[in-house]
């Protein structure tokens, strides 16, 4: 009896001791925000028949905390309400993904001779639109001005959960890999439904890694239009996704 008290006390005590690391990664996080560019329903549910909280209007700032799927955001306004909105970049546009550390260069190029724009300054925050290489991102700073800084962790805080940035090909392989083997166990059901991750098919499970790892705009219809410019397949293609063969 002692004994399994003392094992209740010291799995309490360890689990006490977690709360604050949780908490205190979280608050760590890099929020991604981004900007009402048209307004837009602001919304209990990730579905139009939701109940509406209110208009989000035009360059209203808030917090993106997840892509449901293609269609929505789940998101933080200012007066620290959350909901759901839609992800068209008709509507919301990412401002910002990441935050300077630590001074650094801004750069016209991903080099070190590249020429230098200007310094970035700690708690700027930055939309990193593309990993040029393993060093390098490029980035956008609050104004639009666009150049690359260095990638190293000393410097630039990312949150990578919302916005997909663009990566070079051999990162998107290993990703896109990566993103298929998290799936591995999912059960197999003919004709299942799309961004729902409980089952696959084998064009849901292909569709699922793919908008997981890189950014494909698609239409509000069942016919899906996938398009990205990767130099490593440099695919375009319109239709209705029906098999896909791995």
């Not at 006390?9 to 949780?22: Q, R």
């Not at 939309?127 to 290489?133: C, F, H, Q, R």
């Not at 950014?215 to 016919?223: D, H, N, Q, S, V």
Request: hydrophobic fraction near 40%; charge should be positive.
């Amino acid at each position: 009896m002692m004994k399994r008290t003392l094992s209740l006390l010291l799995a309490v005590t360890f689990l006490i001791m977690l709360l604050p690391l949780t908490a205190a990664a979280a608050e760590d996080e890099v929020p991604t925000k981004g900007k009402v560019i048209a307004g837009v329903s602001f919304r209990s549910q990730p579905s139009t028949s939701s109940t509406l909280y209110r208009l989000l209007k035009k360059n209203e700032t808030v917090k993106v905390l997840d892509e449901i799927n293609p269609y929505w955001y789940r998101i933080e306004d200012q007066n620290g309400q959350q909901g759901f909105v839609s992800a068209s970049d008709k509507y919301i546009e990412i401002t910002s993904n990441a935050e300077v550390i630590y001074g650094v260069n801004m750069r016209k190029a991903p080099s070190t001779s590249g020429d230098v724009v200007r310094m970035l300054t700690k708690g700027e925050e930055l939309l990193v639109l593309e990993k040029a290489n393993d060093s390098w991102f490029k980035v956008r700073d609050a104004a639009g001005v666009e150049g690359y800084a260095s990638a190293g962790t000393k410097y630039i805080k990312l949150n990578t959960n919302v916005y997909k940035m663009k990566l070079s090909k051999s990162d998107l392989i290993e990703a896109f890999i990566a993103e298929g083997m998290k799936y591995m166990g999912t059960p197999y059901e003919f004709g299942s439904t799309r961004f729902d991750i409980t089952t696959f098919d084998c064009s849901d499970f292909v569709l699922q890694a793919f908008w997981n790892v890189t950014a494909l705009p698609f239409l509000p219809t069942p016919a899906v239009r996938l398009h990205t410019s990767r130099s490593w397949a440099e695919l375009r293609w319109i239709g209705r996704i029906s098999n896909a063969a791995i």
